[in-house]
């Protein structure tokens, strides 16, 4: 398998739940990904892992815990979310030396809070 | 700081019609320039890029020059269809930096 797979797909989870999204590359990237895209706003860039080190946490609240255990592998661990975290879920992952390569992205997790 | 803007959507076209979406930047080194395209329902693929001024991108019809001189990276296909319709991101990336810097994203919209 190439590329970069996201799981799950969809997730709906309460407002008291626990759960974790799951990102996996297999590029042999050295640098991953979290954003989030919401409706009518721009691209939000949440986590940025590089070499497994988080180089960039960009005020994301609390309730969202990123975990790097490997460069093949992302998680975002959510627990306590509000509806208004309702969106799109997407990684990516990249090269960190190549500049003129840009970032792979999955597929995304659609999350639904409620 | 490094920045895109794009132009504002949504754009709506008829089938085989010309289709631009306008990108400049703002960048403090010298970017690599790039489009994403992002179908309904899933996350963003590269569509084209450029490395270099006077690059030319190209991809599926689409084509996007590198124009320093105006900072600009223009996406453009000269007959859409209408399984073009997706939301379409301009983004940037300078050397010794991991971060890519997107524009808003443009949904264009191609009526049969």
């Known amino acids: 398998e190439t590329g970069v797979t996201q799981t799950p797909r969809h997730l709906v989870m309460g407002m008291t739940n626990k759960k974790s999204l799951k990102c996996e590359q297999h590029l042999g990237h050295n640098a991953m990904y979290w954003y989030k895209q919401s409706a009518k706003k721009p691209l939000e860039l949440m986590f940025v892992?590089?070499?497994?080190?988080?180089?960039e946490n960009n005020s994301v609240p609390s309730r969202f815990s990123p975990e790097c255990p490997n460069s093949s592998h992302l998680f975002l661990h959510l627990h306590t979310l509000q509806p208004e975290d309702s969106a799109l879920y997407l990684c990516?992952?990249?090269?960190?030396?190549?500049?003129?390569?840009?970032?792979?992205f999955g597929s995304g997790t659609r999350l639904t809070v409620v | 700081g490094d920045s895109v803007t794009q132009m504002e959507g949504p754009v709506t076209l008829s089938e085989e019609a010309f289709l631009t979406i306008n990108c400049t930047y703002t960048a403090t080194g010298y970017p690599s320039l790039f489009w994403y395209v992002q179908y309904p329902g899933e996350g963003l693929q590269l569509l084209l890029k450029a490395t270099k001024a006077d690059d030319k991108g190209s991809n599926k019809g689409f084509e996007a020059t590198y124009r320093k001189e105006t900072t600009s990276f223009h996406l453009e296909k000269g007959s859409v269809q209408v399984s073009d319709s997706a939301v379409y991101f301009c983004?940037?990336?300078?050397?010794?930096?991991?971060?890519?810097?997107f524009g808003a994203g443009t949904t264009v919209t191609v009526r049969a």
């Open positions: 990516a992952s990249s090269q960190e030396d190549r500049v003129g390569y840009g970032y792979t």
């Open positions: 983004a940037l990336r300078v050397l010794n930096d991991y971060k890519l810097s």
């Open positions: 892992y590089s070499l497994e080190e988080r180089v």
